[in-house]
Structures are given as structure tokens and as C-alpha cells.
């Protein structure tokens, strides 16, 4: 009679276990997806509809001779997230997202936690920088290894911009959101802030790119200058009204709501 029972060293573990295969190259595509759905489902589970996203250095920071601009992200995100706090709706509006290390990126994460609200931080693995800052909603704190997917969400959830003075990173951001938004590749209408403007008109000569030809006179529009968290906040607001807000459901402001840390 033959044997039914294999001999042991012929058992293999499903595809799905085999952390091999995962990490290897045939696998790559597996792993961009689950970037993809991973986050999604937090995002769903969290009722997060959109976001605004907070772009900046990482070595910005608290006690440095920039602090201002540390002090001023995390001001603009309470304001943003103590207002988003008056829309009745089922789900999150308006939620400070950002890249989830430290510099620009923590003081944003910290102004939004100081309204007591939920906040999203898309870290990524860099060789010396970054881990996650502390003031990230655990729920909606994301490690990623491939900066095209972390793009995405960037990108996808956003209806809102603001840009502090950065390095690479930061300008590698500001242009991809700029050339989509030119470009008419995103389906809305985002608002994109640039806070400083006597660095970013130092950093980067949008005029000298009209003067050449570089650029359309009209795509000037696609941003606007904000040297104050409360003028930074006006801009917002007013864009955010006007193009994210649907005026057929209930996403208006109540007339008196006070944030409760309870809330689901």
C-alpha cells in the first residue's frame, strides 16, 4: 500500500507565509499593492474622507534658529483642525496629514493632537532619517518603503496644500503636486499654500519660469503666499468652502460644537 502521508520535507508554507518570496523581487508587485490597501483600510475603518497635508523640512526644529516656522505649522494645524471639528458629518473632514517625522512634519502632527483631533503621519524608511514623531494618531501612523505610494497618499486624500521651507524632499513634493494640478490631473480643485515667501521667492524664480516661457502667467494661480498661521488658515478656509464642501449633504458648520476627545 502506498504512503498517503507526504514525507515532512515536502510540506511547502502557502505563498502568503513565504517570507522569502515576499521579499524577493518576483514579489515587488505584492508588496506596492499592500501599500495600497493597507492604508486604505485604516483610512476606511478611521472614516477619514480628506485631508490637508503639511509639507516641510525635517530639520526644522522647536528650539532651532527657524523655530518660528515650527511654531507657526503647529499653530496653523490647530486652527485647521479645531475648525474642521464644526462639520456634522459621518465621516473626518480636513484631517493634518504629513510625513510623519520629525522637524515641519512633528509640529503639525503636534498642533493638530493639541485640538485634540485624529492626525496622519506616512513615514518613510531613510537611512538616516526618520522615525515616526509621537504625536501621530497610532491608528493612522503608516510606514512605507516606496516613495511613489507614499505619493499617492499624499495626493489622493489631499484637498489642501501647505508648504513650508523644505529641502529636496519638500521641493520634490511641491513640484509633483504642481505639475498635476496643472496638468489637470487631479480630479479637484486644491489649494496650495506656501508659507514663507521670502524664502520660497529666494528658493525657487516662478517669475523668471514665466519670463522664459517655462510656464503660463496663469499658472502663478495654482498657489498662493502666507507669511502667518492666521492668513494661512483664511486661505484655506475660504477654498475649502468653496470647492470641498458639498452643499446637497450635511457638511456644514454646526452653530455651536465643542471638540470631544471621546469621539470615534
Same mark, same amino acid.
Given at each position: 500500500?502506498?504512503?498517503?502521508?507526504? +514525507?515532512?520535507?515536502?510540506? $511547502?508554507?502557502?505563498?502568503?507565509?513565504?517570507?522569502?518570496?515576499?521579499? *524577493?523581487?518576483? @514579489?515587488? @508587485?505584492? $508588496?506596492?499593492?499592500?501599500?495600497?490597501?493597507?492604508?486604505?483600510?485604516?483610512?476606511?475603518?478611521?472614516?477619514?474622507?480628506?485631508?490637508?497635508?503639511?509639507?516641510?523640512? /525635517?530639520?526644522?526644529?522647536?528650539?532651532?534658529?527657524?523655530?518660528? #516656522? #515650527?511654531?507657526?505649522?503647529?499653530?496653523?494645524?490647530?486652527?485647521?483642525?479645531?475648525? *474642521?471639528?464644526?462639520?456634522?458629518?459621518?465621516?473626518?473632514?480636513?484631517?493634518?496629514?504629513?510625513?510623519?517625522? +520629525?522637524?515641519?512634519?512633528?509640529? /503639525?502632527?503636534?498642533?493638530?493632537?493639541?485640538?485634540?483631533?485624529?492626525?496622519?503621519?506616512?513615514?518613510?524608511?531613510?537611512?538616516?532619517?526618520?522615525? +515616526?514623531?509621537? #504625536?501621530?494618531?497610532?491608528?493612522? *501612523?503608516?510606514?512605507?518603503? #516606496?516613495?511613489?505610494? $507614499?505619493? %499617492?497618499?499624499?495626493?489622493?486624500?489631499?484637498?489642501?496644500?501647505?508648504?513650508?521651507?523644505?529641502? %529636496?524632499?519638500?521641493?520634490?513634493?511641491?513640484?509633483?503636486?504642481?505639475?498635476?494640478?496643472?496638468?489637470?490631473?487631479? /480630479?479637484?480643485?486644491? /489649494?496650495?499654500?506656501?508659507?514663507?515667501?521670502?524664502?520660497?521667492?529666494?528658493?525657487?524664480?516662478?517669475?523668471?519660469?514665466?519670463?522664459?516661457?517655462?510656464?503660463?502667467?496663469?499658472?502663478?494661480?495654482?498657489?498662493?503666499?502666507?507669511?502667518?498661521?492666521?492668513?494661512?488658515?483664511?486661505?484655506?478656509?475660504?477654498?475649502?468652502?468653496?470647492? @470641498?464642501?458639498?452643499?446637497?449633504?450635511?457638511?456644514?458648520?454646526?452653530?455651536?460644537?465643542? $471638540?470631544? +476627545?471621546?469621539?470615534?
Amino acid at each position: 500500500m502506498p504512503n498517503p502521508t507526504p +514525507p515532512q520535507n515536502n510540506l $511547502r508554507e502557502v505563498a502568503y507565509l513565504n517570507q522569502k518570496f515576499l521579499n *524577493s523581487p518576483d @514579489a515587488r @508587485a505584492l $508588496r506596492i499593492l499592500a501599500e495600497f490597501l493597507e492604508p486604505l483600510a485604516h483610512f476606511r475603518r478611521e472614516k477619514i474622507r480628506d485631508t490637508v497635508v503639511f509639507f516641510g523640512s /525635517a530639520r526644522l526644529r522647536e528650539d532651532g534658529p527657524l523655530k518660528q #516656522y #515650527y511654531d507657526d505649522a503647529r499653530t496653523l494645524a490647530r486652527l485647521v483642525t479645531e475648525w *474642521s471639528d464644526q462639520f456634522v458629518s459621518s465621516n473626518h473632514r480636513f484631517v493634518v496629514c504629513t510625513g510623519g517625522g +520629525p522637524g515641519i512634519m512633528e509640529a /503639525a502632527n503636534r498642533g493638530a493632537a493639541d485640538a485634540n483631533g485624529q492626525t496622519i503621519g506616512l513615514n518613510i524608511g531613510l537611512p538616516f532619517e526618520q522615525l +515616526p514623531n509621537p #504625536y501621530i494618531t497610532p491608528e493612522l *501612523s503608516f510606514e512605507f518603503h #516606496y516613495f511613489f505610494m $507614499r505619493k %499617492f497618499w499624499f495626493a489622493y486624500l489631499a484637498k489642501a496644500l501647505v508648504v513650508f521651507p523644505g529641502g %529636496f524632499g519638500t521641493l520634490d513634493e511641491l513640484m509633483e503636486v504642481l505639475t498635476l494640478t496643472q496638468t489637470q490631473k487631479l /480630479a479637484k480643485k486644491m /489649494a496650495i499654500v506656501l508659507y514663507g515667501s521670502s524664502y520660497w521667492k529666494e528658493i525657487v524664480n516662478f517669475d523668471a519660469l514665466v519670463k522664459h516661457g517655462m510656464i503660463s502667467p496663469e499658472d502663478l494661480n495654482l498657489f498662493q503666499y502666507a507669511d502667518d498661521p492666521q492668513t494661512a488658515f483664511e486661505i484655506l478656509k475660504t477654498t475649502l468652502m468653496a470647492y @470641498a464642501l458639498q452643499p446637497d449633504t450635511q457638511e456644514t458648520p454646526a452653530i455651536s460644537k465643542s $471638540r470631544n +476627545p471621546q469621539r470615534p
